[in-house]
Nanobody, 120 residues
Framework: QVQLAESGGGLVQTGGSLRLSCAAS????????MGWYRQAPGKQRELVAQ???????NYADSVKGRFTIFRDNAKNTVYLQMNSLKPEDTAVYYC??????????????WGQGTQVTVSS
């Protein structure tokens, strides 16, 4: 089993910044793609940003130029630096990781979610 522990959410004013962290632990052989998704009230969960094992990144158009995803493989951690936050960024943010476990089975894991609220 693998656990994803998220931190860093909170309340911030428009134009402010937050950094989310997601640390993976457990029976990890390798971490493959990792990413952040978000879900606002009444909306479907959507991709925010993702990063491959070699560092290639992909962003939703709505966050390009404002958010940066990066990872520290030594710490099994992925981060999301969010700058120039807008009220429309308000959502629960979920970490996702594709993990090859020590059993060599590959599974998809989700964090519990962290609330980000941007006040106008």
């Amino acid at each position: 089993q693998v656990q994803l522990a998220e931190s860093g959410g909170g309340l911030v004013q428009t134009g402010g910044s937050l950094r989310l962290s997601c640390a993976a632990s457990g029976r990890i052989f390798s971490l493959n793609g990792m990413g952040w998704y978000r879900q606002a009230p009444g909306k479907q969960r959507e991709l925010v940003a993702q990063i491959g094992s070699l560092g290639f990144t992909n962003y939703a158009d709505s966050v390009k130029g404002r958010f940066t995803i990066f990872r520290d493989n030594a710490k099994n951690t992925v981060y999301l630096q969010m700058n120039s936050l807008k009220p429309e960024d308000t959502a629960v943010y979920y970490c996702n990781a594709v993990v090859t476990e020590r059993s060599r089975l590959t599974n998809d894991y989700w964090g519990q979610g962290t609330q980000v609220t941007v006040s106008s």
